[in-house]
């Protein structure tokens, strides 16, 4: 008999495992589930891995919202600003080689580099570009990188980092910034003496075995199941600027322009968690290098609030933290229409990665959170609801605080009679020329550069802002004039205090040319 009882006690220990992990997985499962609900996403694409192993894929929608294809391992999505690691991995790969050092000056590689002021262009080294340290403001120079298309290259980009004024000391506080990544390639290109897509190729997606990743151009037609980005209409979710026949090597490709699959993105997980998966890939004196806090980052009421949070830092790409007192190292990535995030326990060899091709900027924060939790506080039990409630009433608060965007007077299409000698051409040294001229008998501001920046002037009361075409109207903007009749002077200015930073229009001071043509 009790041969018998210690038999059975042995199976179910044995078996407990198995019951444990079927327990996790359902609960993986349900997350995911509450957020495809709670936020009506159209797909997504969940990865876990645990102790260097993948432990759960989980995919649901469609690549395209009511076309029936269903999104998988494979389907490619954008993984924005998730680029930036990369980037700066394939940096360690040419310092691990030789080919350049961390603290070389960028001059050396770039002679055409140029800062506003001559000190930080001559002292700006290789691993500045990586940590948002420059001392220019929060999405400098964005409006060269986004919307697209636009018909700015990497040399425009370079160019107008000599025009764009500093908001602080180099070196002096954290920024994000993403024209510095742009650099960041640029350098990589001369140091590597090959165009940065290619190193890319060389050095991360095929040693690695990352198949299904796209960097620079490449033919969606060519290798199909391809997530398209979405926003919300309502209750519905709409494909919003599906891919060209061709997919360009656009300028902003080394700060967030690269593709991958849920498949792709466990590997690079799992070689990030475990050098085993690559011997000899990367080195431990460069893996650290990446993860070393090198630039601190204020750590918010949330982080606190949320995870116990004590310090927080920018590596080499990657945002460095402590959550419930486990170091992680995460980073996310927000494009128009498409959200990625992903998340590393690197004392745990575990991880999440988060894809979503909709309007899904909360919905990552709160799965993340709920599922990270599951490894460093699972007696919580906190699931995306709960962090959906407390996203909510943040924004409820800032609502009652005044962050929305004000109730404007009521608005016409303004006239060129009434508008004047305002109207006319118009330049930035570094956004480029702009028109504020009638156009099919509408007064039209429109960018020569930034096609997708054009929209019609309208009148609200006693001031005039542009009303864009396309863009939301969370992007509208102020026309604000100033100077005098010799040098007449406008700028820009956020209607919407919610306004994403890449809008970065207190960057933008244009002289009037001339008149309309």
Same mark, same amino acid.
């Given at each position: ?66 076309? =029936? ?71 400098? $120079? ?26 602080? =000391? ?6 994000? %910034? ?11 290109? &001369?140091?590597?003496?090959?165009? /940065? ?11 690695? $075995? ?38 360009? %090597?656009?300028?902003? #490709? ?59 830092? /920018? ?23 498409? /959200? =990625? ?29 709920? #599922? ?23 924004? &409820? ?22 508008? $004047? ?18 156009? %099919? ?40 004039? =100033? ?21 970065? /229009? ?12």
């Amino acid at each position: 008999m009790r041969l018998r009882l210690l038999l059975a006690i042995a199976a179910v220990l044995a078996a407990s495992p198995l019951l444990a992990a079927d327990a996790d997985n359902a609960r993986m499962d349900a997350l995911v589930e509450q957020a495809v609900q709670r936020y009506q996403l159209p797909g997504i694409a969940v990865g876990v891995i645990e102790d260097g192993k993948v432990v759960r894929r989980i995919t649901r929608g469609e690549l395209v919202a009511g076309e =029936s294809a269903a999104i998988n391992d494979d389907s490619l999505f954008k993984i924005a600003s998730n680029t930036k690691a990369m980037t700066a991995a394939v940096l360690a790969r040419l310092v691990q080689a030789g080919k350049l050092r961390w603290d070389d000056p960028v001059t050396r590689h770039l002679p055409q580099f140029r800062m506003q002021d001559p000190w930080v262009t001559r002292n700006m080294q290789v691993r500045d570009l990586l940590i948002h340290n420059s001392g220019l403001g929060l999405g400098a $120079g964005d409006l060269m990188l986004w919307p697209e298309p636009n018909n700015f290259d990497r040399s425009d980009i370079i160019a107008g980092l000599a025009h764009l004024k500093p908001t602080g =000391s180099f070196r002096s506080e954290y920024a994000y %910034d993403n024209l510095m990544y742009v650099v960041a390639g640029e350098v990589a290109a &001369a140091a590597g003496g090959k165009p /940065y897509v290619q190193l890319v190729r060389e050095e991360i997606f095929q040693p690695l $075995g990352m198949q299904r990743c796209q960097v620079g151009a490449w033919s969606p037609a060519a290798l199909g199941n391809i997530a398209q980005p979405h926003h919300r209409d309502g209750k519905r979710n709409i494909a919003a600027e599906r891919d060209p026949a061709q997919v360009t %090597d656009f300028p902003s #490709m080394a700060a967030g322009g690269i593709r991958c699959s849920l498949n792709d993105m466990l590997r690079w997980m799992q070689v990030l968690l475990d050098p085993a998966q690559a011997p000899g890939w990367l080195g431990a004196t460069q893996r650290r290098a990446l993860w070393t806090a090198h630039m601190p980052m204020p750590v918010s009421q949330r982080l606190r609030d949320w995870d116990n949070t004590h310090f927080y830092a /920018y590596g080499y790409g990657w945002r460095l933290s402590d959550m419930d007192g486990q170091w992680k190292v995460a980073h996310t990535g927000t494009l128009s229409g498409m /959200y =990625s995030s992903l998340a590393l326990l690197p004392d745990r060899k575990t991880g999440v990665v988060i894809l979503i091709n909709g309007e899904g900027e909360d919905a990552r924060t709160a799965l993340m959170q709920a #599922m990270l939790k599951h490894y460093t506080a699972p007696a919580a039990n906190n699931d995306v609801l709960h962090y959906a409630r407390l996203i909510d009433d943040a924004a &409820a608060q800032r609502r009652s605080a005044g962050h929305v965007r004000p109730v404007l007077p009521k608005a016409r299409a303004a006239t060129a009679a009434e508008f $004047g000698s305002k109207a006319g051409v118009w330049q930035d040294p570094w956004f480029g020329e702009v028109s504020l001229c009638p156009r %099919d008998g509408k007064l039209q501001f429109a960018s020569a550069k930034s096609p997708r920046m054009s929209g019609q002037v309208m009148r609200a009361g006693e001031r005039w802002y542009v009303a864009w075409q396309g863009l939301g109207e969370d992007a509208d903007a102020w026309l604000e004039f =100033s100077g005098d009749a010799q040098h007449p002077l406008l700028h820009l200015r956020a209607i919407d205090p919610d306004i994403d930073f890449s809008y970065d /229009y207190p960057d933008l001071e244009f002289q009037r040319r001339g008149d309309c043509h």
